[in-house]
C-alpha cells in the first residue's frame, strides 16, 4: 500500500478546521504519497470538510490508496484522474465532480499541481569533454539544450496551464450554480528569490501569483462570487526534494531546516481560517526561522508588489508624434 504518513499527524486544534469545515474541497496533485497536495488532503478532510475530491495524473495508485486511507477515516472522498494540460481530458471531468459533490461543484480548490526540474545550466555553456570532436561536442550541447527546455516546457505547462484551466473551469460553474467559491494557488519561494538551474520552475511559479487579480479583473460584477489567492511555501520534504533534506546549501538560504508536509498543512490551514476578505486577492509567503537549538519558528508575511512607473526623459524631451 503506498500510504506511508501517519493520519493522526493531519488532526489539529479545531480553530484551525474554519476553513474546511463543511466545504467540498478539491486539490490538484494530491496524489503522490508524502506529497504537499497529500498532505492538504488529509488536513482538509480530517478537520471537517463535507467531501475531498482528490486529483492526480499519473500517481493513481497512491492516489486510490489516499482516498482509501480518508475513507478508513469516516471522511467522504473520491478519486479524480486528468491530465491539467489536456484541457479535453479537463473538462470531461466536470460532470463527475459536481456528481461526487452532490450535484454542486467544489467550493473549495486547491491548486497544487506541480513539477519540478532536475536543474541544468541555465544560460551557460556545457563544460568541454577531453577529446571530444567539434561536431561531437555540437551534438551533445544540442541535445542538451533540447532535453532541458522539455524539461522546462513540461513544468511551465503543468503549472500556468493546470491553474489557469481549472481557474476557468470551476470559477465559471461557481458563477453559473451562484455558489460562492474560494482559489488556493499553491506557488513556491523561489517565484520571488529564484534558486539556481531551475529557471521552469521559477517562472512557473512567478506566473500563477497574478491569477487571483487577472481573475478578479475578468469576473466583473460577479468578482464578490469567487475570491481567490496565492501562497508561496519555503521546502517542505518530499518526494521531490527529500533528496536534499540534508543538504543545507540548498535550502539552508531560506530556512534552517525543511518543514515536514504535516507542518506544512497545518500552516496552511491556519491561513484557510482566515476571513476571505482579509485573504482574496494577495499573495502570501511561509517563513521558517530558528527559534531557540531544536526548534523553528513558523509566520506568514503578505507580500506586495508595488508597481511604479518612471519617464524616461530622453524620450519625454523629443516624443515620437503620429499624425497632423
Not at 469545515?21 to 497529500?38: E, S
Amino acid at each position: 500500500m503506498a500510504f506511508t504518513v501517519d493520519p493522526t499527524s493531519f488532526r489539529y486544534d479545531e480553530p484551525l478546521g474554519a476553513g474546511v469545515a463543511g466545504k467540498r474541497v478539491l486539490i490538484t496533485g494530491a496524489g503522490k504519497d508524502g506529497g504537499l497536495g497529500q498532505s492538504f488532503a488529509l488536513a482538509a478532510g480530517l478537520n471537517g470538510a463535507a467531501a475531498v475530491g482528490v486529483h492526480f495524473h499519473r500517481s493513481y495508485k497512491d492516489g486510490f490508496d489516499l482516498v482509501a486511507a480518508l475513507e478508513a477515516q469516516g471522511v467522504a472522498a473520491f478519486p479524480l484522474q486528468a491530465d491539467v494540460t489536456n484541457m479535453g481530458d479537463l473538462w470531461s471531468t466536470r460532470s463527475y465532480v459536481i456528481e461526487q459533490f452532490g450535484g454542486l461543484p467544489p467550493n473549495l480548490v486547491i491548486c497544487n499541481s506541480g513539477l519540478t526540474e532536475k536543474g541544468y545550466s541555465f544560460g551557460r555553456a556545457l563544460k568541454e569533454v577531453e577529446g571530444e570532436s567539434m561536431a561531437q561536442r555540437r551534438a551533445r550541447v544540442r541535445q542538451h539544450f533540447i532535453d532541458n527546455l522539455e524539461e522546462s516546457r513540461l513544468v511551465l505547462d503543468t503549472k500556468i496551464d493546470g491553474f489557469l484551466a481549472m481557474t476557468h473551469l470551476w470559477a465559471g460553474e461557481a458563477v453559473y450554480h451562484e455558489e460562492p467559491l474560494q482559489l488556493v494557488y499553491i506557488s513556491s519561494r523561489q517565484a520571488i528569490d529564484p534558486g539556481v538551474s531551475v529557471p521552469g520552475y521559477a517562472l512557473s511559479n512567478w506566473a500563477v501569483l497574478q491569477l487571483p487579480e487577472v481573475l478578479a479583473v475578468n469576473l466583473g460584477r460577479s468578482a464578490p462570487l469567487v475570491s481567490a489567492y496565492s501562497v508561496m511555501y519555503p521546502f517542505v520534504r518530499t518526494g521531490m526534494t527529500g533528496e536534499y533534506a540534508e543538504n543545507e546549501r540548498v535550502f539552508g538560504r531560506w530556512q534552517p531546516r525543511m518543514l515536514e508536509t504535516y507542518e506544512a498543512a497545518e500552516a496552511f490551514l491556519q491561513l484557510l481560517a482566515r476571513p476571505s476578505e482579509e485573504t482574496n486577492r494577495a499573495m502570501f509567503e511561509l517563513l521558517v526561522d530558528k527559534s531557540g537549538d531544536e526548534a523553528v519558528a513558523v509566520t506568514w508575511k503578505r507580500v506586495h508588489f508595488d508597481q511604479r512607473e518612471e519617464q524616461l526623459a530622453w524620450s519625454a524631451g523629443a516624443p515620437l508624434r503620429y499624425g497632423s
